[in-house]
């Protein structure tokens, strides 16, 4: 029977959280940030997880709740670390003075077209499901549970993704999708993608 739950990542397959970070960032410093992503979102009570069984865990989503935007934590003040001391100096600077403005600027144009944004409405941080349990409908459960905690709460689900076939999956569970853009990040092109999921009135 498949169990989803808010709940613990003690027992959770790193495989589930799936990073689509391309070129842009040291694995290292990717693999810290998202363990403590999953920490943070577990104090929050904004991490769900899903499985067959008690302790079994194939899929995880992190969210943010209305009034928290990037970065943000109810119950850490001082955030979600990115460990950006540990990266190389130049792909820092990069990162800082290029990468995020313009993912933020992009996410900001994307969900103002909906009349919402990250603080306004119920963001969903990170999705990722075990490449070995995929296609068994894990990762629609925990979206399709957001989209009925969206609804309790009278706001819109948003989120941001780089992939076209990503882009497909969110439609067909109802996302539009309100901006996409492409810029060059190390020499090749990038693409962002902001969809919002709006709770029928």
């Given at each position: 029977m498949l169990r989803l739950e808010r709940g613990s990542l003690t027992n959770l397959n790193p495989k589930a959280w799936l990073i689509q970070a391309g070129n842009a960032f040291h694995g290292d410093v990717i693999r810290r940030t998202f363990q403590a992503r999953a920490k943070i979102g577990t104090?929050?009570?904004f991490v769900w997880?899903?499985?067959?069984?008690e302790g079994d865990i194939q899929g995880a989503l992190h969210a943010l709740p209305p009034g928290y935007t990037f970065g943000q934590s109810k119950n850490h003040p001082e955030g979600i670390p990115s460990f950006k001391e540990q990266m190389d100096p130049e792909l820092r600077k990069w990162k800082e003075d290029t990468y995020l403005p313009?993912?933020?600027?992009a996410f900001h144009r994307g969900t103002l077209k909906k009349n919402t944004s990250v603080k306004e409405s119920l963001y969903l941080s990170v999705?990722?499901?075990d490449p070995s349990t995929q296609r068994n409908g894990y990762g629609r459960a925990l979206v399709r549970t957001m989209q009925e905690e969206a609804a309790s709460l009278g706001v819109p689900l948003t989120l941001g993704c780089g992939e076209e076939d990503t882009v497909r999956w969110y439609q067909r569970?109802?996302?539009e999708e309100t901006l996409k853009e492409t810029i060059q990040i190390r020499g090749e092109n990038q693409?962002?993608?902001v969809l919002v999921w709006t709770p029928k009135s």
């Open positions: 104090d929050d009570g997880v899903i499985g067959q069984k313009w993912v933020t600027d999705l990722g499901v569970l109802g996302f693409t962002a993608h």
